[in-house]
């Protein structure tokens, strides 16, 4: 049995890299011991999630408000737990916060995982990079990209964000729940995103796409950010929140994605989000930007298209809604979930990849 901390640099909470260390967490605590730390407050969702996995929840001080505190605190926790593995999710190199306090605290087992291609903090990220360097005993990456941006030329192990083909299949039920909330007749179009609202995910680009629309496609913004206010205002200033919709966070994405036409992503950078994987899981075509890595596209069904240019966004959503029925999308689900599975995306068979990962590591 191994002793296992998961670590979200970002907060554990309804984000992709959290759904990442749920699925893995959930699998491995059948047979390890599992702890994950937080340094906010967390969703009653997740402690369920947590409690019903035997997994342990440890809070530390919140990490941009009390830096000193949470590398204190963190060291602490790792020095008096012994964990044999510490895993370290984030987008750069100020996860050398993590891994160089689990350094000092004795653990000899030290993961970085990266999750993006692109950092939002360069400065700090090429500032603390000398310590990522030596304080990771280990290096993995969601995706070649991510791997190849953040380790610059050193080896790393890929670990696909999978995810449970069961429970991504398209229910009528709560498609029909989810229009009837907006008002949306099934003679419209809905397109989806689902994202933290900052600048990285982009949502505002999407607000002149839907106004050149025809009026019968709508949009649903799923998620929460600092962004969100801002774009809101747009959207009522532009007289489209008759047409563009906020969800908030909320616990049942799968039933938005049963209720959504087609996906959409204007990200400015990607590594390869784990929303765009649970699209396409429930057999949803998607069009993305081209800034996401084409690593993301595991069924065909994936349209990649510039940011500079709203006509083709529109030309693509056009011809990809002309033809589309729910009926259709369901028939030929099956073969879309062998081809994400074919490509090794099943979570469960990632989880056992990563517990035989880490194992090797502590021979």
Not at 323 to 341: D, H, P, W
């Given at each position: 049995?191994m002793?296992?901390?998961?670590?979200?640099?970002?907060?554990?909470?309804?984000?992709?890299?959290?759904?990442?260390?749920?699925n893995?967490?959930?699998?491995?605590?059948?047979?390890?011991?599992?702890?994950?730390?937080?340094?906010?407050?967390v969703d009653?969702?997740?402690?369920?999630?947590?409690?019903?996995n035997n997994?342990?929840?440890?809070r530390?001080?919140?990490?941009?408000?009390?830096?000193?505190?949470?590398?204190?605190?963190?060291?602490?926790?790792i020095?008096?737990?012994?964990?044999?593995?510490?895993h370290v999710?984030?987008?750069?190199?100020?996860?050398s916060?993590?891994?160089?306090?689990?350094?000092?605290a004795?653990?000899?087992?030290?993961?970085?995982?990266?999750?993006?291609?692109?950092?939002?903090?360069?400065?700090?990220?090429?500032l603390?990079?000398?310590?990522?360097?030596?304080?990771?005993t280990?290096?993995?990456?969601?995706?070649?990209?991510?791997?190849?941006?953040?380790?610059k030329?050193?080896?790393?192990?890929?670990?696909?964000?999978?995810?449970?083909m069961?429970?991504?299949?398209p229910?009528?039920?709560?498609?029909?729940?989810?229009?009837d909330?907006?008002?949306?007749?099934?003679s419209?179009i809905?397109?989806?995103?689902?994202?933290?609202?900052?600048?990285?995910?982009n949502?505002e680009?999407l607000?002149?796409?839907i106004?050149?629309?025809d009026?019968?496609?709508?949009?649903v913004?799923?998620?929460d950010?600092?962004?969100?206010?801002k774009?809101?205002?747009?959207?009522?200033?532009h007289?489209l929140?008759?047409?563009?919709?906020?969800?908030?966070?909320?616990d049942?994405?799968k039933?938005?994605?049963?209720?959504?036409d087609?996906?959409?992503?204007?990200?400015?950078?990607?590594?390869?989000?784990?929303a765009?994987?649970?699209?396409?899981?429930?057999?949803?075509h998607?069009?993305?930007?081209?800034?996401?890595?084409?690593?993301?596209?595991?069924?065909?069904?994936?349209?990649?298209?510039?940011?500079?240019?709203?006509?083709?966004?529109?030309?693509?959503?056009?011809?990809?809604?002309?033809?589309?029925?729910?009926?259709?999308?369901?028939?030929?689900?099956?073969?879309?979930?062998?081809?994400?599975?074919?490509k090794?995306?099943?979570?469960?068979k990632?989880?056992?990849?990563?517990e035989?990962?880490f194992?090797?590591?502590?021979?």
């Open positions: 049995m002793k296992i901390l998961f670590i979200n640099t970002i907060k554990l909470d309804k984000n992709g890299i959290t759904t990442f260390i749920l893995n967490a959930k699998f491995l605590a059948q047979t390890n011991d599992v702890s994950i730390l937080a340094s906010n407050e009653s969702s997740i402690r369920n999630i947590l409690i019903a997994i342990k929840l440890i530390v001080p919140y990490r941009k408000k009390k830096p000193l505190q949470y590398f204190q605190g963190l060291k602490q926790i020095k008096n737990e012994k964990y044999d593995v510490v999710n984030g987008n750069s190199a100020t996860m916060i993590e891994l160089l306090a689990a350094r000092l004795g653990c000899n087992c030290r993961i970085a995982h990266v999750h993006n291609t692109v950092t939002d903090h360069p400065i700090i990220h090429n603390l990079y000398p310590i990522f360097a030596v304080s990771l280990a290096r993995m990456a969601c995706s070649n990209a991510a791997g190849q941006w953040l380790y030329g050193k080896s790393f192990y890929t670990i696909n964000n999978g995810v449970n069961s429970e991504y299949v229910s009528l039920k709560a498609r029909n729940s989810i229009r909330k907006y008002g949306i007749k099934e419209e809905l397109l989806g995103n689902i994202g933290f609202f900052n600048l990285q995910k949502q680009a607000i002149p796409i106004e050149q629309l009026k019968k496609y709508k949009l913004l799923i998620g950010g600092i962004l969100k206010e774009i809101e205002k747009i959207v009522n200033d007289h929140s008759t047409r563009i919709f906020f969800s908030g966070n909320v049942n994405v039933d938005y994605l049963s209720a959504i087609l996906f959409v992503m204007t990200s400015k950078f990607e590594g390869l989000p784990f765009l994987v649970e699209a396409q899981a429930s057999g949803l998607c069009i993305v930007s081209d800034k996401v890595s084409k690593e993301a596209d595991l069924t065909e069904n994936v349209q990649f298209v510039s940011l500079n240019n709203n006509d083709d966004w529109i030309d693509t959503i056009l011809d990809a809604s002309k033809n589309y029925t729910f009926e259709r999308r369901v028939s030929v689900l099956n073969n879309i979930q062998r081809r994400i599975t074919d090794n995306y099943d979570a469960q990632n989880a056992k990849y990563l035989n990962i194992k090797k590591l502590l021979e």
